[in-house]
């Protein structure tokens, strides 16, 4: 069964930090990338960041350049993002996927149907 499971959201105050975790199983993992997507209520969803464990590619959203950063475990198969100096706009749950490599460049950020795996999400919110 494959699973992309979303760990480690919750509630901070502005300034904060928290790290999500993304685990995954049931599939190749050193045949896919990463992507961490997020979405605000009556926001579209918006492409955080995301990572090749084999190229060792990321990619950052103009939004969180600077504060977040995407990392992989492979050997646990696990794809982790370290949030700080969090915001209130950051607010949002956030969800990671899974695109292959073959599909990955510069565009993960538009996900779509090329995104093979989705996970459940994990609710972040940062208070003011």
Do not use: H
């Amino acid at each position: 069964e494959v699973q992309l499971q979303a760990s480690g959201g919750g509630l901070v105050q502005a300034g904060g930090s928290l790290r999500l975790s993304c685990a995954a199983s049931g599939f190749a993992f050193d045949d896919y990338a990463i992507s961490w997507f997020r979405q605000a209520p009556g926001k579209e969803r918006e492409g955080v960041s995301s990572i090749s464990s084999s190229s060792g590619a990321t990619y950052y959203a103009d939004s969180v350049r600077g504060r977040f950063t995407i990392s992989s475990d492979n050997a646990k198969n696990t794809v982790y993002l370290q949030m700080n100096s969090l915001r209130p706009e950051d607010t949002a749950v956030y969800l990671c996927a899974a695109v292959p490599k073959t599909f990955y460049d510069s565009t993960w950020y538009t996900g779509g149907n090329k995104y093979d795996f989705w996970g459940q999400g994990t609710q972040v919110t940062v208070s003011s």
